[in-house]
């Protein structure tokens, strides 16, 4: 079993929310880039942590490189394709 095996898939929204969190970004920024209310990121962003049992947003992001889920030595950072399901048309 590999790590994305245990790993689980993210909702293009979740996807572009964790990459954010990862550069920085805060809830408030996030939620006017992705047309999203704060509580509507903070919600995501919630059960995320909860899925990578992770305490903060630091443990997330860590967790999230250490799973593969996020591409290691990219910049700006990026969820790996095969973890990410694909947007919506």
């Not at 790993?7 to 572009?16: D, E, H, I, K, V």
């Not at 799973?67 to 030595?73: D, E, M, S």
């Amino acid at each position: 079993m590999t790590a994305h095996d245990r790993t689980p898939a993210l909702s293009a929204t979740r996807a572009r929310i964790l990459e954010g969190i990862a550069a920085g970004a805060t809830s408030q920024r996030l939620a006017a880039r992705l047309h999203l209310s704060v509580r509507g990121v903070e919600y995501h962003l919630a059960a995320m942590q909860r899925a990578f049992a992770a305490s903060n947003r630091v443990t997330l992001v860590a967790r999230a490189y250490a799973a593969g889920v996020l591409v290691a030595g990219s910049w700006p950072p990026r969820v790996a394709e095969e973890v990410a399901e694909p947007e919506a048309s």
